[in-house]
Nanobody, 114 residues
Framework: VQLQASGGGLVQPGGSLRLSCAAS????????MGWYRQAPGKQRELVAT???????DYADSVKGRFTISRDNGKNTVYLQMSSLKPEDTAVYYC?????????WGRGTQVTVSS
């Protein structure tokens, strides 16, 4: 199983980024997908999730600014991030969940700074 996150980078406050996570080795369409982030010195925290049926959930800190979506034809989950703040700076990870199994990918760094 591979989950490859991409799209991170340096962006100014108020800017936007779109993260992608391409999955292989799983039946993507039946897995719930999630984005998490971990800032230096902090625990990893949930950012957003999307079920196999397309239902979404967000951390309060990103509601109204971030949008999670999925393309089952491309085995890819996306995180559109807008109105970025310095406190959004973190390594962002995607995961795939099915029952008791959770798969994690390598993260992608997002830095919000002027």
């Amino acid at each position: 199983v591979q989950l490859q996150a991409s799209g991170g980078g340096l962006v100014q406050p108020g800017g936007s980024l779109r993260l992608s996570c391409a999955a292989s080795g799983i039946i993507f369409s039946i897995h719930a997908m999630g984005w998490y982030r971990q800032a230096p010195g902090k625990q990893r925290e949930l950012v957003a999730t999307i079920s196999s049926g397309g239902s979404t959930d967000y951390a309060d800190s990103v509601k109204g600014r971030f949008t999670i979506s999925r393309d089952n034809g491309k085995n890819t989950v996306y995180l559109q991030m807008s109105s970025l703040k310095p406190e959004d700076t973190a390594v962002y990870y995607c995961n795939a969940i099915r029952g008791s199994r959770t798969y994690w990918g390598r993260g992608t760094q997002v830095t919000v700074s002027s």
